[in-house]
T-cell receptor, first 114, second 113 residues
Framework: AQSVAQPEDQVNVAEGNPLTVKCTYS??????LFWYVQYPNRGLQFLLK??????LVKGSYGFEAEFNKSQTSFHLKKPSALVSDSALYFC????????????FGQGTTLQVKP | SAVISQKPSRDICQRGTSLTIQCQVD?????MFWYRQQPGQSLTLIAT?????????ESGFVIDKFPISRPNLTFSTLTVSNMSPEDSSIYLC??????????FGPGTRLTVT
């Protein structure tokens, strides 16, 4: 069965420091991976995706993610965190069937402190 | 990306009643989905809304409880029937676009008392 795991419920980082939100996946074959962000009382916003190609993927709001096939990971990163980055982050993998559905990790709360 | 709206944005309902949630997209899309996000939880797919045919439900979700309509390529509804407090969740519709990503509506926050 396909799945994603986010091992940290919460990540705390000081403003201006680099941040990493971890995600590992379990998928047969090549994965299609995504990161989404959810601000309080709002829907999910798409940040970035990995389908194929370069392992380092750049997305919205200065975020990037590194695909590592050997470690089956897709960690979200940002060189310099902002207080406004504080939100709930979800990693997801696209189901390999033709349904197109996304399978989400449990989410990681990012808290950026001034 | 498509602009997706949902109505209502939130509601408080009594147990045993039903609520219909609407999802409107500003462009025609092939794939539409309905997800549930229970309090403090991740997102779980309820069903794929198929235009012109019955929705495809995930394990644990049934049509009698969550009937879905999709009359055209820009609109879908999800009904939560015979509600109980356990149905209190955020319900989100999403559409498939581009290279496999999905875009989500703002969600409907449902509280069942």
């Amino acid at each position: 069965a396909q799945s994603v795991a986010q091992p940290e419920d919460q990540v705390n980082v000081a403003e201006g420091n680099p941040l990493t939100v971890k995600c590992t996946y379990s998928v047969s074959g090549n994965p299609y991976l995504f990161w989404y962000v959810q601000y309080p009382n709002r829907g999910l916003q798409f940040l970035l995706k990995y389908i194929t190609g370069d392992n380092l993927v750049k997305g919205s709001y200065g975020f990037e993610a590194e695909f590592n096939k050997s470690q089956t990971s897709f960690h979200l990163k940002k060189p310099s965190a902002l207080v406004s980055d504080s939100a709930l982050y979800f990693c997801a993998v696209r189901d390999k069937s033709n349904t197109g559905k996304l399978i989400f990790g449990q989410g990681t709360t990012l808290q950026v402190k001034p | 990306s498509a602009v997706i709206s949902q109505k209502p944005s939130r509601d408080i309902c009594q147990r045993g009643t039903s609520l219909t949630i609407q999802c409107q997209v500003d462009s025609q899309v092939t794939m539409m989905f309905w997800y549930r996000q229970q309090p403090g939880q991740s997102l779980t797919l309820i069903a794929t809304a198929n235009q012109g045919s019955e929705a495809t439900y995930e394990s644990g979700f049934v049509i009698d409880k969550f009937p879905i309509s999709r009359p055209n390529l820009t609109f879908s509804t999800l009904t939560v029937s015979n509600m109980s407090p356990e149905d209190s969740s955020i319900y989100l519709c999403s559409v498939g676009q581009g290279d496999y990503e999905q875009y989500f509506g703002p969600g409907t926050r449902l509280t069942v008392t």
